[in-house]
Every structure is written in structure tokens, then in C-alpha cells.
């Protein structure tokens, strides 16, 4: 038995270090690669699907590895959160898109929301008031609302810092909304004390819709919960026109997902608004 537990320890203990090894290597990539400027930002419209208009961006970060292609947020967002590497990220998908949109000829009619993903770490940090400034100043005139998705997967501490914060954001006309809604901490609670505009309805319940009746009441629960509250729904994941039409029958007229478009590049972006607003 003795002899087991020691070569157990043995393996453990190689199994940790290579795992630290792997993954201090990651943040060391990461960190070249944000000073070359891999890290790129995509753009997936959010449709007003009653009317038919694009109402706005959500920003998602990729990252175009040289020779790995194109790695997924899912596998460096986390540790990017883990070391604060974060919020230089994030810094600079700022400014890059605060750069494309002030440069862009294109015009639109309606008030354009360009929504970014913003780790707890960030929002407790009173930088990205500073960071949402620089932002707004250089999209200045172009009819653009900031909207700030925060993630309800991660803990807020919702303290005198914190609620400073929002009440900042909230006089620069900034809007908030809380990701992820209905899959983490107890939405509930920082629905009120946070003062959120908008939830964003996770895909999972979107998914949901399809799955008989139970589960459809769950759906219907938490889209009533926010009409209640004066809260707009966003709904995530709207793959199929049976799911868009039950959300439109229960006012969710804001919608993203693979149905009206995927995740795209700029130049894509482009194309595919120039198809959109030409007919
Ligand atoms: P999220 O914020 O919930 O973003 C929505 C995710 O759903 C995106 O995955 C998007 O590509 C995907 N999606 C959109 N429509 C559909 C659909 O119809 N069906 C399905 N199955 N999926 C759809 P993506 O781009 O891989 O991003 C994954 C997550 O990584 C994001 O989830 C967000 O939490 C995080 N993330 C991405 N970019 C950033 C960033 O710049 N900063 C931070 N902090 N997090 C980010
Ligand atoms: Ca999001
Ligand atoms: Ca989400
Ligand atoms: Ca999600």
C-alpha cells in the first residue's frame, strides 16, 4: 500500500507540473501574441428580428495563431481572467474597434449598440470607466451606445466600489447587461442591487423552447421576470425561425445567434451588412 501511495504521489506530482508548465507557457504566448496583435476582434450582429434590422454588435475575441489558426475564446479567455492578462486584452479590442468603427464610412440609421464581454476583475478595477472614455470619445458622432456584458458565471462583489462604478457608467449613458442570464450566481440578487438594463437570455433556455412544455415554462418564468422589472431580454443562440417566432410571440424582439449570422471578421462583417441594408 505504502509503495502504491508513493507512486501515486510520484504520478500526481508530474501530472501538476506539467500541467503548470503548459500553462505558464500559454500565458507566455498570450502575451507575445497581444503585443503582435493576434488577438482579433469578430462581430456577431444582434437583430431586432420583429422588424428586421440589425440593433447591434456583440464584439468576440479570436485568436489568429499563426500556425494554430484560429483558437477559440473557450480555451485562453479563462486563463486570460486567471493571470489579468484580461484586461489588456480587452483594452486593446477596445481601441481596435473604437479605431474600425470611427474610420468606417458606413452610416446607420438607428443607434448602433456594440457590446463587449467585461471579466469582475475589470469592472472592480474603476479602469474600465477610464477604458469606456477613451472608447466613447473616439466613436464620438458616430450614433454608437456602449453596452458592457458582465457574466453572471463569475462572482461580482457588488460592494461600495463596485455600485460606484456602475453609477459612472451608467451617467456616460452606458449600458449594462448581465450574460450568461439564469446559468450562475443568483442572478436575482444582482439584478436589483446592480441596476442591469438588459439580460442577456442564455442559449441553453433558448435550446430549451423546443423541449416540451416543462421546460418552455421555465423560459416564459424568466422572460416574464424581466418584462416585469423594466428589463430588456436579449436572446442568445436563436438557431431556428420556430424558436424565433415563440420568442417574438413572448416580445423578445432582440435576438442573436446562428440563425440571422455567425461570429465574423471585419471584412465579412462588411459584406454581409452591405447584403443586408442594399435591398
Ligand atoms: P458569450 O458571451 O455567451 O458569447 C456567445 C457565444 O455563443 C459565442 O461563442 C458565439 O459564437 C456563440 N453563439 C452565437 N450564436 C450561436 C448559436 O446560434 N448557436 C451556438 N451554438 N452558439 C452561438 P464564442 O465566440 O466561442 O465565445 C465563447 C465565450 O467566450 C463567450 O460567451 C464569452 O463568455 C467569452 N468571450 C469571447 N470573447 C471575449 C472577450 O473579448 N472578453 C471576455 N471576457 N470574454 C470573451
Ligand atoms: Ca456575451
Ligand atoms: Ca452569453
Ligand atoms: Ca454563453
Redesign the pocket.
Known sequence: VMLLCFCLAIIISLLIHHWLQASSSLYFNMRQALERKE?K??F?PIMNAREGYCSGI?????WCHPTDGTV???IF?PL??KSGL?IP??QQ?MRDVASIISTTPVSWRHELHVA????AL?LASRQIVEDSKVFLSVVQGKRIKLIL?L?E?QFIDVNDTTLGVLKELKALDIGVAM??FGTGYSGLSYLNKMNIDTI?L??SF?AMIEKGNTAKIIVDVVINLASQLDIEVVA????NTYQQNYLLSKNVQYQ????FA??MPMLSFSCWWQAENTH
Do not use: C, M, W
Not at 442568445?236 to 438557431?239: D, T
Not at 442573436?256 to 440563425?259: A, P, V, W
Open positions: 488577438f476582434a469578430y456577431q456583440e464584439v468576440l475575441t479570436r477559440s475564446p473557450d479567455i486570460a481572467e484580461i486584452l480587452t479590442l463587449f464581454n467585461i471579466t475589470h456584458e457574466t458565471r450574460d450568461d442577456k442564455d442559449q433558448v442568445e443562440g436563436v438557431e442573436q445567434g446562428y440563425l455567425r461570429p
